[in-house]
């Protein structure tokens, strides 16, 4: 389905829905969202927030100021909801993979956590 304007979507139709590239990357999922009220007073949907930062607030909230504080923002990736092509079971995002620098958390936690971990593999 694409996106037109008038639209409705509810933070159900986005959250945890993988992102896709327009080359066909899977990106990662949507963490969390933000939203604005518009003229209207109607709340908007405006921003895709991606990130272990953006999780752990959803899980608890104190959490997300704590990885705040550890990794300082490395790894939170906001993506404004132009961005989306198309909805539907995962998001189509308009630029190719390298344009939005997501994953990098799994990558770094495989290299600096994970290896110290017994029993698990380096990625």
Request: aromatic share 6%; charged share 30%.
């Amino acid at each position: 389905m694409s996106v037109r304007g008038d639209d409705l979507f509810t933070i159900a139709d986005v959250l945890d829905s993988q992102l896709v590239s327009k080359d066909g990357k899977e990106l990662g999922r949507v963490a969390d969202v933000e939203a604005q009220w518009d003229d209207d007073r109607k709340l908007v949907l405006t921003v895709l927030l991606a990130g272990p930062q953006a999780l752990a607030g959803r899980v608890l909230r104190p959490l997300r100021s704590l990885l705040q504080r550890l990794l300082h923002d490395r790894f939170e990736r906001t993506i404004p909801l132009c961005e989306v092509e198309e909805f539907g079971p995962t998001l189509q995002l308009r630029g190719n993979a390298e344009d939005y620098a997501l994953g990098q958390a799994d990558r770094w936690l495989a290299k600096h956590v994970l290896k110290w971990i017994p029993g698990s593999r380096r990625l």
